[in-house]
């Protein structure tokens, strides 16, 4: 396409064809997208558009712009690429080049997440002077639009345009224009503002790389609540965590970003430094990690590490500056706590003072060695149950079963009386089931008086033929099998003896 014009630098593609549309002096939005898509039914996206493989067919003589260019270098893409595990950034990378139908902003969880878009675009006064000067005319930013990063990092706090993110004209793009972002007075920036920016900027401008996994991620949190003294095995000290980040982050501010803090199970804080089964927004990160790091901290830095960590890692990482540690003292250690398991037993001696500083100590350097050793010295616990007393359970039980064996023995309708069938007539079948072993007398009643297969076929015939109440001779084999619900097939030994023998069919 002639005319089309390039993408000023941390310029959105929204912000591109906008302008594109003021270049050609078009008043219709109908027209810039037949112009630009050839198809009239396309939505105007800031953050997260669709369709860029056809974007970048316009710059076919120009090969720096292809399509992950302009999804890396002029989407807001590169915020949520980072912490979505490797096959969705793929698969999302495919959805923004061809048509996704909201889905990207479904698979990214931007969606669902609790940290919410701004309603209407967003600028900075001067920036859009300074603008003004350099190229002629005014565009949209990215950094501008980022939520959380809500200041200006050299003039001050950013201002909301008249410009509705999800407009009624969802098919129509807006340019930056005085008309749009009228030039009003800038307060000075907040400082956990400017922070947030500053990492986000980083963020933006961070090159296309592989994504971590979330287990990474989930080993990573566990490092760092490590480090930071809040971790003792396997439970993480939440109230602690808590505190930190509270005494840095103002609460008003956190309540405005949908990141407010409380003692829920569901708390974000508190399902970050668990075992991730889902991803986490950037400004999540960032809270963290500028309460829990030093200052000159880098997100970058960041990203890095984590793709670095081994996802299958069960036991907690310790730092390098933790393992040095003397030979002298550990052989010390070793010895000392050999001498207690010996004396007393592996609880007895975590139950002493002396022993539980030795044993969190071995735990802590010299864990693989001290569960060798303590596995040699475990002593299993034998609990004897006298909570029943079986023998009279037994005579009862089986006093219960004679009863009822009494009062169905002569009715023919009855279904086949097994030892399940009589459990199930009595209290706590579950009870009696598993501790048959137990009960003797129970045990004799049922080998004598459950009904095998061959019993319950005859009794079924015997049913039919009184319910058929003809003579003998006149009686047919297959109706009787066929109203007993038996067949030749099915039919036992014993059951066809029975129907030739003593029926005589």
Known sequence: MLNFPMPYQDELI?????????????????QLLDEVYCDRKVIATTDLPNQLSLISKHYADCHQYDTEYLIYNHTLFPLYAPFVPEERRLKCLGLMAGTSQGAIHLALGVAASRVKQKLSLRYCPQCMQLQKQEYGEYFWQRLWQVSGADTCILHGELKEALVERHSHHRHQFFAA?????????QQESRPESLIVTEQVKKLLNRPQSKSATLAQWSVYYKYLADI??????QFIRYEE????????????????HALDINNAQSCWLRTIFRKHRKSFSYLEHIVIHQSFLSKDWDINTVLNEVSHLSPFSKSHIVPSSINDISTEGKLQNRQSWEALVKQCGVKSARQTKQGGAIYAWLYRHDKVWLLELNSQYRIYPTSINNRVDWNKKDKRTVCELIQIRNCNDELLEQPKMSRNWYLSQIQSPASIEKNIYKMPLCQQFFSRNCESTTEYQIRRITRVIAQLNVPLSELRRWKVLRMAGLSEERLRRGSNDFLTEIVGM
């Open 14 to 30: 929204y912000s591109t064809i906008a302008r594109y549309g003021i270049h050609l002096g078009l008043t219709s939005p109908k």
């Open 177 to 185: 224009s005085p008309e749009n972002c009228p030039d009003v007075y």
């Open 228 to 233: 930071n003294g809040y971790r003792k095995g």
């Open 241 to 256: 965590i808590k505190e930190r980040v509270l005494r840095y982050w103002p609460t008003k501010w956190l309540m405005r």
